[in-house]
Structures are given as C-alpha cells and as structure tokens.
C-alpha cells in the first residue's frame, strides 16, 4: 500500500515537536486526530514509530529511518516550490536567512528595511543563531557566516572583512587607567566570549595577547552574546573585543591599544546549489555587497 502523504506530513510534524500536542498546533489539528493518524501510519507500515512516555515521544529506530527520508523529501520539495513561484520578472516569495546573533541584530535588522523598499514583494524570515544551520536540508535558504562554509556542496561569496576594537567606557578608564600595552591588560577587568558555540574563531583572543601560549588571563566576566558584551562594557564592567561592525553601537565607548594585533573577521554569504537560479537570492546578496561597499 502506497504512503499517505498526509499522514507523513502529521508523522513528520510529530518527529520534530517531540509530541503529539505541539505536533497538533503547528498542523492546526487536535492531539488526537495527531494521535490516530501516527496510529494509522504505524498500523501501515507494521513497525512503530515512536516509544510513549511520560515526558513525550522519542523516536524507535524504524521512526529515525522513515523521519531522515521524510525529512529530505520535504526539504526539497520546499524548495521546489519556492524556486517555482519564482517564474515572474519581479523577485517574490519567502527568503530565510540565517546568521549570527551579533551580526543580525547589530548589522542587519537595521538595514532590512532598505531591501524590503527595493523589493517588497519578498518576504524575509530571519534566523538568529551561532551554530552553522544546514542549509542543504532547507534549515534557511542563505546564510551569512563569519567564516568559510565548512561543507564542501554550498556556494560562497566572500563579503568583507571586519576588525576588531578592543574598548571600554569612559567611567572605566577613568577608574582603572588606560592600557598603554598589552601586558597591561594583565591589571585589567576582561569581557569575553562565553564557552558556548563560539560564532567566530579566536573570538577571546583578547584574553591571550600579550601573553605566553597557553597562559591566557582570566575573564572577570563571560558571556555567550555579542548585545551583552556591549552592555556590560558600556556599564562599565570591564574592557571587550568588539567588531566594527556593530558601528554606530559602539558610538561613546573609547579604543584602547589600536596598535594591538587582532584576527580580523572574513563574512561569507552562502546559499545550497539548488539556490543557484534563485532571484530573490540574487537580489539579497547584490544588497549586501552595495551595503558593505558603502562602509
């Protein structure tokens, strides 16, 4: 017997909510209508697909098999469609564009505006996130990442190249002295970069310059969010690392040791092959290029 489409639409919904509950408000349907189409598939196929408890629903090793498959199916048939409705001469339909934290809030929200002028017509969704999202199971259909793509089958521009400041406020300073090198930053209160998926490599290299390899200083404090480093240096916490590209943010806080050797940043926009003939892709990555040229 041939799989009902609808019901591996309802079984996949299940699979990623962990439960029939959320699975039925994302599909509009009521948990047992949820639960009796699992059941129906299940009856089906034979095997069962997922192990009930108390705390909700995990998936059997049948379930992991058929919700993979399932999975990529409806991934490409995402993006079948999207690519479909893109046949008129205007860029239209959902763009989904992934990339981190930092940059998203500080970079680009401000300037999204601008594109949706240009093209009002596209629908932008966007997708805050420090870890990689899979763009070739249609986790986002762009990405702007603050390094190279590690995958080999995703398609790259580089964008630009952004430096670091190492800053702090004026309150501080006055309390505690500016750095004239960086073995002073050895007296100094130090904001860093949480150990938590770091967005970019060497992101704490501030707590190593000037310092043997392997003896790195000690944060006073850690935090795993680009806005929160801000406001604690604005606060007067402490001395940060911050790339000049969150701009006109970093307006009234004062650059100490300008001198000091940090990694720069490489941005990279990023999309699957299947993408390749997207306009809206094209539009996005043109807007970027302009925006970045322009400082």
Wanted: avoid cysteine; glycine fraction near 6%.
């Amino acid at each position: 017997m041939p799989l009902d489409w609808d019901k591996l639409r309802v079984f996949h919904a299940v699979a990623e909510a962990g439960s029939f509950t959320h699975a039925g408000e994302t599909l509009a349907l009521s948990q047992s209508a949820v639960s009796r189409q699992i059941q129906a598939l299940e009856e089906a196929l034979s095997v069962p697909l997922f192990h009930r408890h108390a705390r909700g629903l995990i998936l059997t090793e049948a379930g992991e098999t058929l919700n993979r498959t399932v999975r990529e199916v409806f991934a490409k048939l995402a993006m079948t469609e999207a690519l479909l409705t893109e046949g008129r001469e205007r860029p239209a339909g959902r763009l989904k564009i992934t990339t981190t934290t930092g940059f998203g809030a500080a970079w680009l929200a401000p300037r999204l505006g601008r594109f949706l002028d240009l093209y009002p017509e596209i629908n932008v969704t966007v997708v805050l996130d420090d870890a990689d999202l899979d763009l070739a199971m249609r986790e986002a259909d762009v990405a702007i990442r603050m390094h190279a793509p590690r995958q080999p089958d995703l398609i790259q521009r580089h964008l630009a190249n952004f430096a670091y400041k190492v800053l702090g406020s004026p309150a501080y300073l006055r309390d505690h002295g500016i750095p004239q090198r960086a073995e002073d930053l050895d007296a100094h209160r130090l904001i860093v970069w949480g150990d938590y998926r770091p967005p970019v490599d060497d992101i704490n290299w501030l707590a190593e310059t000037g310092r043997k390899p392997g003896q790195g200083r000690r944060a006073s404090v850690e935090v795993n969010s680009l806005t929160a480093i801000l406001k604690a240096v604005q606060a007067g916490l402490g001395l940060a690392a911050l790339p000049d590209y969150m701009g006109s943010d970093l307006d009234g806080l004062v650059q100490v040791l300008p001198e000091v050797k940090a990694p720069r940043i490489s941005a990279y926009f990023v999309y699957p092959e299947e993408m390749r003939a997207s306009k809206r892709v094209a539009v996005f990555r043109d807007f970027l290029v302009s925006e970045l040229a322009q400082g």
